[in-house]
Each structure stands twice: as structure tokens, then as C-alpha cells.
């Protein structure tokens, strides 16, 4: 697949905690699906750098390292498959 899905998040952020819920069930039905999580205090310049203003955000970026969707607030576990599908491509 060759898909990375990148979730910027913050500590006591309560929809951060319902994004990681809806990312992980994705990541059930994409096993070969590759997540990583960033606290946006612990990746300040990471953050910085990708203009992260808000939490949690999630980048879906393809193989090459080709951002393909970025979207703010908690997504739905359709419109993720959707995006996951659309980088796979």
C-alpha cells in the first residue's frame, strides 16, 4: 500500500482521544496501514514546520512522502478509508 498516516495530537485533547479510536479501527482494516502519532508538544518543531495549528490533524501522506490529504478534527472512519484509498492510488 505504501500509505503513512501521520496524527498530530495534543495530551488532554478529547478529540484527540476519538481520532486515535476511529485511526486504530482503520488500522484494523488496513493492517499494512503505517501510523504514527506526534504530541504536538513533544514534535514542537516538527509541528511548526508543517503549520499544525490544530488537534488533532491528520496528514495521509503516500511512499514517497507525497502529502495527499491533510483534514483538522476528528475524522470519520469512512472519509479515512476514503483518503487512504485516494494515496494508494
Do not use: K, N, W
Amino acid at each position: 500500500m505504501g500509505v503513512l498516516l501521520e496524527l498530530y495530537t495534543s495530551a488532554f485533547c478529547e478529540p484527540c482521544h476519538r481520532a486515535r479510536e476511529v485511526v486504530a479501527e482503520a488500522q484494523r482494516l488496513v493492517p499494512v496501514l503505517v501510523v504514527e502519532e506526534r504530541d504536538v508538544a513533544a514534535h514542537a518543531v516538527r509541528a511548526e514546520e508543517l503549520v499544525i495549528t490544530t488537534t488533532p490533524t491528520t496528514i495521509i501522506r503516500r511512499a514517497d512522502g507525497t502529502e495527499v490529504v491533510r483534514a483538522a478534527g476528528v475524522p470519520t472512519l469512512a472519509r479515512l478509508l476514503t483518503a487512504l484509498a485516494q494515496a494508494a492510488d
